[in-house]
Structures are given as C-alpha cells and as structure tokens.
C-alpha cells in the first residue's frame, strides 16, 4: 500500500511554469507506476501523464505533450510534473495515482489507478 501527497500547486500566469510534486510513503515505492490526473470544475478527472516504475518510459495527454514533463525519483519516493507554457485551460486540481506493478503499461484512465492522492490546485490566469 502506498499513500500520496501532492504539493507545489499555485496561481501562475498563463505562459508561465509550475512543478507539482507528489511524495509516497512506504518502502515499495519503486514498484508502483504513477501517473497524474487533473479535474477541472464541472468536467471529469482527465488524464495528463503516466510514468513506468523504472521511469523508462511515459506517455502524455495530447493537451500536454510538448509542454508537460512526468519525472520519477525513486530513492526519494517522489514523482514530479514540470508544466510550462501554461495556459488557462490548464487549470484543475492536479492528483497523483499509483498502481501496483513491474509493467511497461501506462494506463491513461483513473480506474486502473489504486491509489489517489489529495490533489493540489493549479490556477493560470489570462
């Protein structure tokens, strides 16, 4: 079982960047592929960008590629989206999600994800 906490979120400028991070508890951190998720008022959570356990290898919304980057730090039970060139649109509770497993799948729905975090919001200003 692995429990997350995001931070790092804010208000920021549309073309501006953020880092949101999510730190795990637990001792198998290394053995979970992560992913993050955001829910803007009155739409559905969304996918956004998932990484393996080994952070070999990821994938990304449409909405984000190019602008977002998905990073894992293993010995610090962490995993990290860097967002640039943010714009209004991009603004949600952002939430980290783990599932179990030594796989080289990147689910991009929130039921194949286990574990949620807290969420942390986002706002970009026009």
């Known amino acids: 079982q692995v429990q997350l906490v995001e931070s790092g979120g804010g208000s920021v400028q549309a073309g501006d960047s953020l880092s949101v991070s999510c730190a795990a508890s637990?001792?198998?951190?290394?053995?979970?592929?992560l992913a993050w998720f955001r829910e803007a008022p009155g739409k559905e959570r969304e996918f956004v960008a998932a990484?393996?356990?080994?952070?070999?290898?990821?994938s990304y919304a449409d909405s984000a590629k190019g602008r977002f980057t998905i990073s894992r730090d293993n010995a610090k039970n962490t995993v990290y989206l860097q967002m640039d060139s943010l714009q209004p649109e991009d603004t949600a509770v952002y939430y980290c999600?783990?599932?179990?497993?030594?796989?080289?799948?990147?689910?991009?729905?929130?039921?194949?994800?286990?574990?949620w975090g807290q969420g942390t919001q986002v706002t970009v200003s026009s």
């Open positions: 999600a783990a599932r179990f497993g030594r796989t080289t799948i990147l689910p991009d729905t929130s039921r194949q994800y286990d574990y």
């Open positions: 637990g001792r198998t951190f290394s053995s979970y592929g």
């Open positions: 990484i393996t356990w080994s952070g070999g290898r990821s």
